[in-house]
């Protein structure tokens, strides 16, 4: 049964620091994994899809690594701002289910 | 991408009642999905919603308490029966970009649901 954690759980950092959000997953057999970030109260934003054949996939100041056969993959933002302050979940599809999902990381951008 | 849209966008419930839940999407699309965020946690699939066929539900979850209706390729409706406080929950339906398991999940702005 596939399984993915996020760590950290919650992460608070000062205004234009470079930040990294780790996910990692139990079953390597993947077909991709999904980058969401959630607003307090609100639906998913998809923000990168990377296919299980690249290594990595960049939108803007995020760019998402994927390092399959060691289970892993990381959200790296850049010069990060107040207005990335959300949580931001990892997701993979499994044999039985679309996704499953981490608990995700809860983030604080500090003005 | 997709645009999905859902209704209510929130609301407060007797405990007791039923609230349905509606999803709409800008395309036609064979799989609609709906989850469960319970208050801290993660999403969990509760069933998918095929067109012509009954839902397929997900352990823990059952037609009883959550009735599902998907009437054509663009709509799909949630039931939360008999509700409870433990019902509480933000409820999001989503779709693919294609079959799964290879495709892209995008999801809708989510029911948050609160019952007394």
């Known amino acids: 049964k596939q399984e993915v954690t996020q760590i950290p759980a919650a992460l608070s950092v000062p205004e234009g620091e470079n930040l990294v959000l780790n996910c990692s997953f139990t079953?390597?057999?993947?077909?991709?994994l999904q980058w969401f970030r959630q607003d307090p109260g609100k639906g998913l934003t998809s923000l990168l899809l990377?296919?299980?054949?690249?290594r990595e996939q960049t939108s803007g100041r995020l760019n998402a690594s994927l390092d399959k056969s060691s289970g892993r993959s990381t959200l790296y933002i850049a010069a990060s701002q107040p207005g990335d302050s959300a949580t931001y979940l990892c997701a993979v599809p499994s044999r039985n289910t679309p996704l499953v999902f981490g608990k995700g990381t809860r983030l604080s951008v500090i003005a | 991408s997709a645009v999905i849209s859902q209704k209510p966008s929130r609301d407060i419930c007797q405990r007791g009642t039923s609230l349905t839940i509606q999803c709409q999407v800008d395309s036609q699309v064979t799989m609609m999905f709906w989850y469960r965020q319970q208050p801290g946690q993660s999403l969990t699939l509760i069933a998918t919603a095929n067109q012509g066929s009954e839902a397929t539900y997900e352990s823990g979850f059952v037609i009883d308490k959550f009735p599902i209706s998907r009437p054509n390729l663009t709509f799909s409706t949630l039931t939360v029966s008999n509700m409870s406080p433990e019902d509480s929950s933000i409820y999001l339906c989503?779709?693919?970009?294609?079959?799964?398991?290879?495709?892209?999940?995008?999801f809708g702005p989510g029911t948050r649901l609160t019952v007394l």
């Open positions: 989503s779709v693919g970009s294609d079959p799964p398991p290879n495709n892209e999940q995008f």
């Open positions: 990377i296919q299980s054949s690249q």
């Open positions: 079953d390597s057999a993947i077909y991709n």
